[in-house]
């Protein structure tokens, strides 16, 4: 094989592998809704690993800055959001009406 040949077969796998992972990286990543249910068991289950602190030190109320118990919250919502991943064109993605 040719110096020359090899040069370009190497500069095409190098254009094909930056181009995969571009892809990789650029390409949209869908969604998978859970329950408020499901939501929760995994929040406990994380919490019992963890060996986090009760709920009450974490809700303290020591000023303006305290933080809610931790837990699993339900917020209402409306309006969207805007995805833009790098050159791509950018997606707008309405919010559900209760965020969880």
């Given at each position: 094989?040719?110096?020359?040949?090899?040069?370009?077969?190497?500069?095409?796998t190098?254009v094909?592998?930056?181009?995969?992972?571009?892809?990789?990286?650029?390409?949209?990543?869908?969604?998978?809704?859970?329950?408020?249910?499901?939501?929760?068991?995994?929040?406990?289950?994380?919490?019992?690993?963890?060996?986090?602190?009760?709920?009450?030190?974490?809700?303290?109320?020591?000023?303006?800055?305290?933080?809610?118990?931790?837990?699993?919250?339900?917020y209402?919502?409306?309006?969207?959001?805007?995805?833009?991943?790098?050159?791509?064109?950018?997606?707008?993605r309405p919010?559900?009406?209760?965020?969880?």
């Open positions: 094989m040719s110096r020359r040949r090899r040069q370009l077969l190497v500069a095409a190098v094909v592998l930056v181009g995969a992972a571009g892809a990789f990286v650029l390409w949209p990543r869908g969604t998978t809704e859970v329950s408020k249910q499901e939501a929760l068991d995994d929040f406990r289950s994380r919490a019992a690993q963890t060996g986090s602190g009760s709920a009450s030190d974490a809700a303290r109320s020591d000023g303006p800055a305290a933080l809610p118990a931790p837990g699993v919250y339900t209402s919502a409306s309006g969207q959001e805007e995805v833009k991943l790098g050159p791509l064109p950018a997606d707008a919010l559900p009406a209760t965020v969880t």
